[in-house]
Nanobody, 122 residues
Framework: QAQLVESGGGLVQAGGSLRLSCARS??????MGWFRQAPGKEREFVAR????????NYADFVKGRFTISRDIAKSTLYLQMNSLTPDDTAAYYC?????????????????WGQGTQVTVSS
């Protein structure tokens, strides 16, 4: 069983930046990702990275603004978010999965963090 603990959320003005972290303990993973969920909306894919190879994929709405990375030695996942807009306001969740499958689908992830709130003011 893996445990995931996110940190780094907060309140930021539009145009600002935040860096989210997700510390993983236990378990094995083929890839990890970030999802977000705004009130009244479904959880949506943001980005993912394969744990060993470092292959990355992003949702179109964050390309060029967000960067996903990982520190294998620290078993920590990161999401650097730049040029934030009020539309980025949501609870952000990190997730990990053991196997393959469509990486944009939340159901294909085995472990989830508790979420960290990101609020972007205009």
């Amino acid at each position: 069983q893996a445990q995931l603990v996110e940190s780094g959320g907060g309140l930021v003005q539009a145009g600002g930046s935040l860096r989210l972290s997700c510390a993983r303990s236990g378990g094995t993973t083929s890839s990890m990702g970030w999802f977000r969920q705004a009130p009244g909306k479904e959880r949506e894919f943001v980005a993912r990275i394969t744990w060993n190879g470092g292959l990355t994929n992003y949702a179109d709405f964050v390309k060029g603004r967000f960067t996903i990375s990982r520190d294998i030695a620290k078993s920590t996942l990161y999401l650097q978010m730049n040029s934030l807009t009020p539309d980025d306001t949501a609870a952000y969740y990190c997730a990990a999965r053991r196997n393959l499958g469509v990486f944009t689908t939340p159901a294909n992830y085995d472990y989830w963090g508790q979420g960290t709130q990101v609020t972007v003011s205009s």
